[in-house]
């Protein structure tokens, strides 16, 4: 069985914790080909806009956040970020208060944002593009 190649995918270690390598997929197709390099059998991902995932090495320990952007819009974008600072947050151990500032949570919601954006913004001017060439 030939061996499936990791995609190039932007990374960010987990700020704050450095406890886990994000991955941001803005394609179904990348979403499962890093799935099948990791040899697991991926979700089926083609009717959402977008998911987060949590996987962790049984073997090494080692955590892997998939970040996945589907549609090139910020809106899932943020939302997918938001489920991305709530498990950070539950992995280590920060308690989300609705009473508290829970600044912790916000600062990595801002800095997964940050790193995400301008990959989403150029996939969703690419799939424009696309969309504008196969109208003629």
Request: net charge negative; hydrophobic share 40%; charged share 20%.
């Amino acid at each position: 069985m030939k061996k499936v190649k990791w995609p190039e995918l932007p990374s960010l270690l987990v700020p704050l914790f450095e406890c886990a390598n994000i991955y941001l997929c803005t394609s179904c197709n990348q979403w499962e080909q890093a799935y099948e390099a990791m040899n697991i059998e991926p979700n089926d991902v083609s009717n959402l806009a977008g998911c987060v995932r949590l996987i962790e090495c049984t073997k090494t320990g080692e955590v892997t956040i998939m970040l996945g952007v589907f549609t090139g819009q910020l809106e899932v974008l943020v939302h997918e970020c938001a489920h991305v600072a709530f498990r950070v947050c539950d992995l280590c151990g920060v308690e989300i208060n609705p009473e508290g500032s829970n600044e912790t949570y916000c600062y990595l919601l801002d800095k997964v944002f940050r790193f995400a954006e301008p990959y989403i913004r150029k996939s969703g001017s690419d799939r424009k593009q696309t969309k504008a060439a196969n109208s003629l």
